[in-house]
């Protein structure tokens, strides 16, 4: 009972004595301060040092890449490193960049989060690697782009597609963006599509229910009424982002649909796992074949490979496909990309832009003859690049690249490595021309 | 109206399925009062390992069957093997520990995948024979479908059935309703875990194994069906096989019925339907009521 | 009875503690004692002052920034254990409130408010927030209330992936810290440092008062006991409410901050993810005790900038330690100390058996 009767230090003890107290359980306090100490030291580590030195080291030139590396996305990051990594090697090959600099790339993973992105960034930007590529979501690129602005780097966003990162009154003005924006792309597969099959009328839409999807669909729908064909949307179905069981949606368009294919189309505002599980649930309908073309926009590749060789006749809209062209620069891309990964075996869209932004750095490294990244994005804004689809450059006033989007048709084939051969294609100009096509 | 058939149609056919990895989780939640993220993961590795032991080739309908099969062990094996090394040692501890313990075996286990078969996604196809369509009352549908909806009730009932009938199934409720009486009793309690875990393992692996021929097979398949079967259980009851197939259905019905009505709320399908569940029975439909810990 | 207002703290020693024998479950016998709470805010405020401080004199350049985040994250950990270790709720939908507070100050005119205004706004947006969605879920408990605050979190990250002006999954940018007259915090990485070690530590002292008064106390014997509480006159469900309130508030408050340091928004702030990771940080750090999560919380933000970083396996060796955590740790880094003390004085005392049995809990 004696413990009761001691008073414990209150609001009445004078301070000195109740400071002392903060000793007097060391098991508890013991392990606290230590982790506090730890606390300061990881603070100073996790950024390894503040100082910042230039970018370039003697003979090195860093660039730094930043892309989702771990989790479920992870292939889409080790597949964009490995073109990064190709671009590098082919760089050093031919002498390096600025008089004999190697250019060599620092990883950086964003677990697929803005925050773990924009950290990166800074550590990055903060150890002197002020030149910046990479990045796969739109909102990562949002969060990058204006923090190493602020910093004082340069970025290329080189998957990036969303409307605010380019443009004159884009979220950072030293950012560059390589991939096709989302209006691009539309406008192109509308032209393509106006083309393919004039006598349109009804379009259903399948897509994922969020922001951009609707935004994709929409623009796309539109921008083929502005090309000249008569089309309605008939039906359309939004789903959840990480659904993937779509019997309720598949067959009331099954029942919806009457009379021949002719001047139908469906349009699938879906990617990944969500087309594949679609043309999956939707074949033993035979749905798409009641449709006289199907189209998607983006990454549908990845489906189509998945798919194992049955995949039905697609439309999309990217920039690259292996296959599309057979000149010298592609082979040589594509045979140093399968020598790096051989169970990868060929690149595909992200790996082709992280391996054009690499190769347009390096380019503005030598025509600025420096790193500094004022110099650099100076360069960057008056450069090209010819790479295995043709030349790129920037558009000096938005920042948008000049790449040429691929709209091409392709079907599974069991045989091919790809598990996919194109059927048609077209390549289509910033300018909306039709620059090129063949099957 | 017209609809009603479609509407029941995809009710069972999303329902079911559902059904299948919400057993499991509610079986070995009625024993170890654990809400096993890792179900998630196993149900991605059953679908894995169907594919890996088919090659993704379309198969005889008996090879499949014996795929599905031998999946279907592993998975159980596997785990057997988690509740050995990770919940066995958890009893006692608050709920919340061993939610937490299977969000991070859910980690691990996605991770192992990752490293086994990595990440670029890959599809199953379906048995041969089995990907046409049936007409069903003049309505057309998946002929897996049918094949789903039909396995799915077969091992409900059969569940059900041993739970209510069998010793073995006295034993789990028994245990699920009072384990120190149970053992007490002379219960095998450790046996009862063990086999609770091994029959959710299976149900995990045979409803991946089953459902791979839909679905696009890569690692984000472990999260896909995790919050509709949460939200499946949680209408049913904790605990409850029978709340189970309630709450599978329920979701299905309120998607199937969305689709057609408002398909603008998808998105909030399941939370919808737990919503208003949760008003009128905070425990579920077959959940206890009075029996739990009053709160003031 | 105890008769005295809620907000007083207790005096006298706790009783001492009657030790725990093999069988019993899984707390070892220090967490017990350390349960009853011991924080003084004296003893926060001096702490604060000197790792504040200190922390931000030292450090420089980009680390000022990891040191901010670090601090807005421990404040968000320490508001969801009020919840969580402190009343024995665990909600699986704090991240709805640590997104609301961000979104709150995301738009004009709060954007243009002086930066504490509009975070001390956002807090008490997210507290009346809180209260709704106490009273949604006040008839249910354990796994039931965790998955019904995940199924509210997510609807709200849903109704912000689905409205463009909220600007849907690619989030919002080019958000500002407003300026306090002449004093602009966003200037420099030390100036906003600062700011959010202020704003934060008022926020902690707070919580450390009120983690010591009777409303403390009760909250833990809701915890221990619901029912033997309410026996005692405790008004359970007015102390779950409270708790949530004031968890809610401020993670309101460290979302508002954490708005204002990263400039841009998105929704991936509201997943049920990151409510799951600010539930992992207070059990890495420790529960039961007050600091725990804030090391929980440093521990993840080093996870995330730092460790791991580039390996594809990032998520692997995470699932790794959180299970050594839960199997082998279960109060924490916070409560290493004691498990270590618990391991050793015994094996100690059978050495030396003449020695002083010592350890805190006993007569002192």
Not at chain 1, 128 to 133: D, H, N, P
Not at chain 1, 323 to 346: C, G, H, I, M, W
Request: include cysteine; hydrophobic fraction near 50%; charged fraction near 10%.
């Amino acid at each position: 009972m004696t413990g009761l009767n001691r008073r414990r230090p209150g609001w009445s003890t004078p301070a000195r004595r109740r400071l002392r107290t903060l000793s007097s359980h060391p098991w508890r306090t013991v392990p606290l301060l230590i982790a506090a100490v730890a606390l300061v030291a990881a603070a100073c580590g996790s950024s390894g040092g503040g100082s910042a030195s230039g970018s370039s080291t003697g003979g090195v030139v860093k660039l730094g890449f930043i892309s989702t590396m771990s989790g479920p996305l992870a292939q889409i990051g080790d597949d964009m490193l490995d073109g990064a990594k190709v671009a590098v090697a082919q760089v050093n090959a031919a002498g390096g960049v600025d008089g004999g600099k190697k250019l060599q790339l620092v990883v950086k993973d964003d677990q697929l989060t803005p925050a773990t992105g924009a950290a990166a960034a800074r550590t990055l930007v903060g150890s002197g690697t002020k030149l910046i590529f990479g990045m796969l979501d739109s909102s990562i690129c949002l969060a990058v782009a204006p923090v190493v602005q602020s910093l004082g780097g340069v970025t290329i966003g080189t998957t990036c597609s969303s409307d605010p990162l380019v443009g004159p009154k884009r979220a950072a003005q030293n950012y560059f963006s390589l991939a096709i924006s989302n209006t691009a792309s539309c406008a192109a597969t509308a032209k393509v599509i106006a083309q393919e099959y004039p006598k349109l009328t009804s379009i259903d839409v399948f897509g994922y229910d969020y922001i951009t999807g609707h935004e994709i669909a929409t623009q796309c729908v539109n921008d083929m009424k502005t090309d000249g064909l008569h089309v309605t949307v008939h039906k359309s179905y939004f789903v959840p982002l990480t659904s993937e069981s779509f019997t309720a949606q598949i067959t009331a368009l099954q029942h919806s649909l009457s009379g021949p294919a002719t001047g139908r189309a469906l349009f699938l505002a879906t990617y990944g796992a969500g087309t594949t599980a679609f043309l999956k649930q939707a074949a033993p309908y035979h749905l798409t074949q009641q449709y006289q073309t199907v189209i998607t926009n983006g990454g549908y590749v990845s489906s189509g490979e998945a798919l194992n060789g049955s995949a039905p006749a697609v439309w999309d809209a990217y920039e690259y496909f292996p296959t599309v062209v057979s000149n010298s620069r592609n082979s040589a891309f594509v045979k140093q990309y399968e020598a790096l990964k051989p169970a990868d075996k060929f690149p595909n869209d992200w790996s082709y832009e992280a391996y054009m932004g690499a190769l347009m750095y390096a380019k503005a490294i030598t025509a600025a003859k420096s790193t500094d990244p004022a110099a650099v994005a100076a360069a960057l804004a008056k450069i090209s690049v010819t790479g295995p689809l043709g030349a790129v450059r920037f558009n000096p006033a938005t920042h948008e690249s000049t790449i040429p989007t691929l709209v091409f048709q392709t079907t599974g084939d069991a045989g091919s490595p790809m598990k996919l051969k194109i059927l048609k294609y077209d390549l289509v100009s910033p300018t909306n021309q039709i620059v090129s096509s063949g099957s | 109206m017209s609809n009603i058939v479609p509407i029941i149609l995809s009710t069972l056919a999303t329902g079911l399925p559902l059904f299948l990895i919400a057993s499991g989780l509610t079986l070995i939640f009625s024993v170890m009062r654990v809400l096993n993220f890792a179900h998630g993961a196993l149900f991605m590795i059953g679908a894995f390992l169907v594919s890996s032991l088919l090659s993704g080739r379309a198969v005889a309908v008996p090879v499949f069957v014996g795929a599905v099969l031998v999946t279907g062990l592993a998975v159980a094996a596997m785990s057997v093997a988690t509740e050995r090394v990770v919940f066995r040692r958890l009893y006692g501890s608050p709920e919340v520990v061993g939610l937490l313990a299977s969000f991070a075996l859910l980690l691990i286990l996605s991770g192992v995948v990752q490293l086994v078969w990595g990440s670029d996604p890959r599809t199953q196809a379906q048995a041969r024979g089995l990907g046409g369509v049936v007409r069903i009352f003049g309505n057309e549908t998946a002929t897996y479908n049918l094949v789903l909806i039909i396995v799915a009730a077969v091992i409900g009932l059969a569940l059900a059935g041993a739970l209510r009938w069998t010793r073995a199934g006295a034993k789990v409720k028994a245990t699920a309703e009072d384990r120190v009486m149970a053992e007490a009793l002379g219960i095998n309690v450790g046996l009862v875990a063990l086999g609770v875990f091994a029959v959710g393992g299976l149900l995990a692996g045979v409803a991946g194994s089953l459902l791979a021929p839909t679905v696009s097979i890569d690692p984000s398949l472990a999260l896909t069906f995790i919050i509709q079967s949460f939200g499946a259980i949680i209408i049913g009851g904790l605990g409850s096989v029978e709340g189970a197939m309630v709450g599978a259905l329920l979701i299905g019905l309120v998607d199937a019925v969305l689709v057609v009505v408002a398909p603008g709320l998808l998105d909030y399908g399941v939370y919808i339907a737990i919503g208003a569940v949760m008003l009128v029975r905070p425990y579920g439909i077959f959940g206890a009521t009075a029996r739990r810990t009053v709160q003031a | 009875m105890v008769r005295a207002p809620f907000f007083t703290r207790p005096g006298g020693r706790p009783p001492a503690d009657p030790g725990r024998g093999p069988g019993d479950p899984v707390l070892p016998a220090g967490l017990a004692s350390a349960r009853l709470n011991r924080t003084s805010p004296w003893r926060t405020l001096v702490l604060l002052v000197i790792v504040g401080v200190g922390g931000t004199l030292l450090l420089g350049g980009v680390n000022l920034f990891t040191w901010s985040t670090i601090w807005i994250y421990a404040l968000f950990a320490l508001s969801t254990n009020v919840l969580f270790g402190w009343t024995g709720r665990a909600s699986f939908g704090q991240a709805a409130f640590f997104g609301i507070g961000a979104y709150f100050v995301s738009f004009s005119p709060m954007k243009s408010w002086p930066a504490p205004v509009a975070v001390i706004a956002a807090g008490i947006v997210t507290a009346a927030a809180a209260l709704v969605v106490s009273g949604v879920t006040r008839r249910s408990s354990g796994l039931s209330f965790a998955i019904l605050t995940l199924v509210v979190g997510q609807v709200l990250y849903e109704v912000v992936n689905l409205t463009g002006s909220l600007g849907g999954e690619t989030g919002l940018y080019g958000i500002t810290a407003g300026a306090i007259g002449p004093v602009n915090v966003a200037t420099s990485y030390r100036a906003f440092a600062f700011y959010t070690i202020i704003m934060v530590g008022a926020c902690v002292i707070f919580l450390s008062w009120l983690r010591s008064s009777y409303l403390g106390l009760s909250m833990a014997g809701v915890r221990d006991s619901a029912r033997r509480s309410s026996s005692l006159g405790v008004p359970v469900a007015g102390i779950h409410a409270i708790a949530f309130g004031v968890a809610g508030a401020f993670a309101g408050i460290a979302g508002a901050l954490f708005a204002q340091q990263q400039t841009t928004v998105s929704s991936s702030l509201l997943n049920w993810s990151f409510s799951g990771d600010v539930v992992v940080m207070c059990l890495v750090g420790g529960m039961y005790s007050f600091w725990g999560p804030a090391l929980g919380a440093a521990l993840y933000t080093w996870l995330t900038t730092a460790g791991f970083a580039g390996s594809a396996n990032a998520n692997l060796y995470l699932g790794v330690v959180l299970l050594l955590v839960v199997r082998v740790f279960p109060g924490g880094i916070a409560g290493a100390g004691t498990l270590a003390r618990d391991w050793v004085s015994p094996r100690l005392r059978n050495h030396w058996p003449l020695a002083e049995p010592g350890g805190a809990g006993r007569h002192d």
